[in-house]
């Protein structure tokens, strides 16, 4: 259309406003085109990120889950706890949250922020240099079945991560949440500590014949209220027995008045051991035959012969086993990417084929020679290398711990091991895991007293996946906005088109007619 007009101007010269009219109405189409193309790239580009974004997490559970690979509802949750699955029930009775206040829980489902709040799970992650906390967990016969560790939830993230899951309420605890993706518990304070139920009266024991006595105490409740139903346990090494509250007659075997000037006695209630202000009660013993031997210079509550009335190794001044003569293990790690100039492994991001060397090192900075357990969990250092040197030690494949011989450390000992690990040729772009986070997450963690984290070189794919995670929420009212821009967009050009084909119709028969 264009070279028609441009051909008829020698026989029409007013077709020169016609064309200027044209050619400015082309510009503006050409600017609005570009800019839609802009648009249009832009909008391939995040959608691209649905396409090189890694698969689905193959790891959607681990071995800090509560509830393995997380749970969908309350109801869902409470199928563990009621079936103790994991010690889940022993757990929440341990920091004080009752069945009923996790059913109060179930209608309260929402995202909240890490912050200061506190993330509870079955393995640890994380140093105590970090805030990671080890607790103890006890049935109700008072038996330790599991341990439980807490840690600060922004450890795992940042204090702005958001985390989904069943915010509740607890007489004990206060506010508390469970994790949808691992039913882990979340907290923001840590539980107080049990009171005593019940205290043990000290108790008295006098010398009936040779080598038995005869006992007499009382156990009481917290409330001062006496407690009628309750037994001692009564331990001397060789033997172990069991009897009922006041007038006990108790004979130690091979054992003479002179032995021991005091004895420990532990006191059930009901049959069951309670939580008392102390683990045991203490007797007085009345002798009258033979003549006390001399005391321990050491220890004053111990006898000279006693087996016990040892100097600390350390400290000649003080008892074996004094506060003071204590071992003091001190653990800590190192890590060198050798393929790199032998530098801090910990400053430089390793690459596919690099080799990085850790080294242990434990330090025994107290009194006393402690024996301990050498071991390295390499579960997360794994993901993205192979183990190629031991160092002397012994690989287990499924539980990814690297072990060594028991050490015996002398006071001020210190002693190292070194293994190597190489990075794999073909970076896995495995996606992160669902319900841990530190899993895949294109960093080498390891833990030994202190946390070593090696930077990782991860595919391209890995990017995508941290960009895609930034990118914006959207629901039911972010779409229609969307379609209804689209909508309008495309009804512009729609119109605009219809338009412009109008003026070229209007130009071509202006010029065909000769009426300009």
């Known amino acids: 259309m264009f070279k028609k007009i441009v051909s008829n101007l020698p026989f029409s010269p007013a077709l ?3 064309l200027g009219f044209y050619a400015k109405r082309l510009k503006k ?9 802009i648009f249009l790239a832009l909008t391939l580009i995040v959608q691209s990120f649905a396409i090189f974004q890694p698969s689905e997490s193959a790891n959607a559970s681990s071995d800090t889950d509560m509830v393995s690979g997380g749970v969908s509802s309350i109801s ?14 022993d757990t929440m009775n341990y920091v004080g949250i009752t069945r009923h206040e996790i059913v109060s829980a179930a209608s309260n489902y929402t995202s909240f922020k890490a912050g200061d709040k506190l993330s509870w799970g079955y393995a640890s992650r994380f140093s105590y240099a970090e805030g990671e906390r080890v607790h103890p967990i006890f049935n109700d016969n008072g038996t330790r079945v599991s341990t439980v560790y807490s840690r600060p939830l922004r450890l795992w993230g940042n ?4 985390s989904d899951g069943w915010i509740g309420h607890s007489a004990k605890m206060g506010w508390f949440a469970i994790l ?3 039913g882990n518990l979340v907290t923001d304070k840590l539980p107080t500590p049990v009171q005593p139920d019940y205290s043990c009266d000290e108790l008295t024991a006098k010398l009936i014949s040779g080598n038995q006595y005869k006992f007499s105490g009382r156990a009481t409740a ?3 209220a ?7 346990d009564f331990g001397d090494g060789a033997n172990k027995t069991t009897a009922s509250p006041n007038n006990i007659l108790h004979t130690y075997s091979s054992k003479d008045a002179t032995y021991k000037a005091r004895l420990s006695v532990n006191f059930k209630v009901n049959g069951a051991s309670k939580n008392a202000s102390s683990n045991a009660c203490t007797a007085k013993i009345t002798v009258s035959k033979p003549p006390t031997p001399p005391p321990c210079t050491l220890n004053p509550d111990l006898l000279a012969s006693d087996e016990n009335c040892k100097p600390c190794p350390g400290n000649d001044a003080l008892w074996i086993n004094d506060e003071s003569c204590i071992p003091n293990i001190i653990q800590s790690k190192t890590a060198t990417n050798t393929s790199q100039g032998f530098v801090d492994a910990s400053s430089v991001t390793a690459h596919s084929g690099d080799q990085i060397s850790y080294t242990i090192n434990i330090e025994n900075k107290g009194l006393s020679t402690k024996t301990v357990k050498l071991e390295d969990h390499l579960g997360d250092v794994l993901e993205y290398s192979t183990l190629v040197d031991k160092g002397g030690g012994s690989f287990n494949e499924t539980t990814k711990v690297l072990s060594w011989s028991d050490v015996t450390l002398a006071p001020k000992e210190k002693q190292t091991r070194t293994f190597v690990v190489r990075v794999m040729d073909e970076i896995p772009a495995t996606a992160t895991g669902a319900s841990d986070p530190t899993s895949f997450d294109c960093i080498m963690t390891n833990i030994f007293g202190n946390s070593t984290n090696v930077n990782v070189d991860c595919p391209t794919p890995k990017i995508v996946e941290t960009v895609a995670k930034e ?15 689209i909508l309008a967009i495309t009804t512009y050009f729609y119109v605009r088109t219809r338009q412009v084909k109008r003026e070229v119709q209007l130009i071509r028969k202006d010029v065909t007619t000769g009426t300009i």
Not at 226 to 232: A, G, L, T
């Open 16 to 18: 020169v406003g016609q």
């Open 159 to 162: 204090s702005s991560m958001l």
């Open 180 to 182: 949808r993706s691992c």
């Open 76 to 89: 869902d949750y409470l199928k563990s706890y009621d079936a103790n699955t994991k010690h889940l029930q």
């Open 222 to 224: 917290k409330n001062g």
């Open 471 to 485: 990118l914006p929420h959207t629901g039911p009212t972010e779409n229609i906005i969307f379609s209804g821009i």
């Open 29 to 37: 189409e050409e600017a609005t085109r570009r800019l839609g193309l």
């Open 226 to 232: 006496s407690v009628k139903n309750y037994e001692f």
